[in-house]
């Protein structure tokens, strides 16, 4: 394989690996610890809409412990990592299920304070949606990242908004970058997430939408392949053949394309994603991660192309 010529590397990767963004700020390796806050969303309890997306199952949240309080969350969490990789070993508090800043301000602080308090917590990861950004909301996130080093997390999924309209996102492109731009005027750092093969999408609106991503120069993305779960609507609509899903080929080439119009110093959290296996319907290829991460290298290196090769900022 050529020896890649992408500048944040220390494992001949093309892309700006988690890894490297890791290694480099914290030193040694860091874990994730779930929680989950029984948080809803605003299109699950009617103030925008009712169901949620159609690919949703609980709030992305499945390896979480629900019902537990923070503080019992991550001592869970604490033990499992511990049983792995040490007593010693550092994480991140990451708030996964459902709208992790849909709660009364109280509430908030709460469930913030509570995780940035536990020992061998080293920072915090906040899942949420755009418009669910108030400015007490936001100085309340401002304030937590003087104080840890914070994520937030939103849901871009497609800048397309006949597609978010179709999965029952009840949230516009434009009140997304509303709320994006909210984060990044003080300078919090945000990592975006895409989902590649959503129903009726073509190769070139998943490219449109790395494009119109890498316009925003994101910290961060996670990029990932769209999971058809069992008990949600969009299991009834693949079932019922009303949309194909892309085969892992058609995947690791719109990927190759994604990340080469993204700028070099995006960190790509994710390539791929983890679906549960329990659950998952198809692609079942997409079980097979190693074979994905591998496929993905490997067109990188044939082509000899790499993360932001084609990123043109105007």
Not at 60 to 85: D, M, W
Not at 241 to 261: A, C, H, P, T
Request: glycine share 8%; aromatic share 10%.
């Amino acid at each position: 394989m050529n020896k890649s010529p992408f500048i944040y590397s220390c494992d001949n990767k093309r892309y700006y690996t988690l890894n490297y963004y890791n290694k480099n700020k914290f030193g040694p390796k860091i874990y994730k610890a779930v929680i989950d806050c029984d948080f809803t969303c605003p299109n699950i309890d009617g103030t925008k809409g009712v169901g949620g997306c159609i690919f949703c199952d609980g709030g992305s949240g499945y390896f979480t412990h629900s019902g537990l309080t923070v503080k019992e969350q991550l001592e869970a969490e604490h033990r499992r990592i511990a049983k792995k990789y040490g007593d010693s070993a550092e994480f991140i508090a990451y708030f996964q299920a459902n709208t992790n800043t849909y709660a009364p301000l109280s509430v908030l602080k709460e469930c913030y304070y509570s995780a940035i308090g536990f020992p061998n917590v080293c920072g915090l990861s906040i899942g949420t949606r755009a418009d669910c950004l108030s400015e007490e909301v936001v100085d309340l996130l401002y304030s937590l990242s003087l104080q840890t080093n914070l994520t937030v997390e939103l849901g871009m999924q497609s800048c397309h908004d006949d597609t978010l309209k179709l999965i029952n996102r009840c949230c516009t492109h434009e009140e997304f970058l509303r709320g994006y731009y909210k984060l990044k005027s003080k300078g919090i750092r945000v990592c975006l997430h895409i989902i590649n093969g959503l129903p009726f999408e073509t190769s070139e609106m998943m490219l449109e939408t790395a494009v119109e991503a890498a316009k925003m120069e994101p910290d961060a993305v996670k990029l990932q392949m769209l999971h058809v779960i069992r008990g949600t609507r969009l299991e009834k609509m693949y079932r019922n053949g009303e949309f194909q899903l892309l085969s892992r080929d058609e995947y690791i080439n719109i990927i190759v394309k994604q990340l080469e119009v993204l700028p070099a110093h995006t960190v790509i959290e994710r390539i791929t994603g983890d679906g549960d296996k329990s659950k998952l319907i198809a692609p079942m290829w997409s079980a097979d991660k190693i074979a994905v991460l591998g496929g993905i290298d490997k067109k990188l290196a044939e082509l000899d192309t790499w993360q932001s090769r084609l990123f043109y900022k105007k």
